[in-house]
């Protein structure tokens, strides 16, 4: 399969156009990996994307664990797949009085991730 690197400008476009990707996290000497819905602001040139989580769920475990984290971002056209790869640092921001879980009344955490690192690549499928 035959590919190509993207410019920052469409890895940013596509990270903007969706709204999901693949967080990847290591802690506890094994990985993680869990489907986030996320949102993104851009200000200034800077790019922040943001996502909702559960403070007693595995995500949160293995945050505390390790901060660090990349996420998966891929859209799939006619003939082609691009894909790309964000690294960075996870800060949980605010708490939320929003959860549906039973253990505890303010469980809802507001996670940001500050990108250290951005790269993508479309891959030709003919």
């Known amino acids: ?3 190509e690197k993207l410019k920052l400008q469409e890895c940013s476009n596509i990270i903007q156009n969706k709204n999901r990707g693949v967080l990847s996290l290591c802690g506890y000497s094994a990985p993680y990996q869990e489907l986030v819905f996320y949102d993104t602001d851009c200000f200034c040139g800077c790019l922040n994307i943001y996502f909702k989580t559960c403070d007693c769920g ?3 475990k293995y945050l505390k664990a390790n ?3 990349s996420l998966l971002i891929s859209r799939k056209c006619n003939n ?3 894909t790309v790869i964000i690294e960075g640092d996870l800060e949980v921001l605010g708490d939320e009085v929003d959860c549906c879980c039973k253990k505890k009344e303010e469980c809802f955490k507001t996670v940001q991730l500050t990108i250290n690192n951005i790269c993508g690549k479309k891959y030709y499928m003919c």
């Open 1 to 3: 399969m035959n590919y």
């Open 58 to 60: 595995t995500l949160m």
């Open 67 to 69: 901060n660090s984290a």
């Open 80 to 82: 082609y797949i691009e």
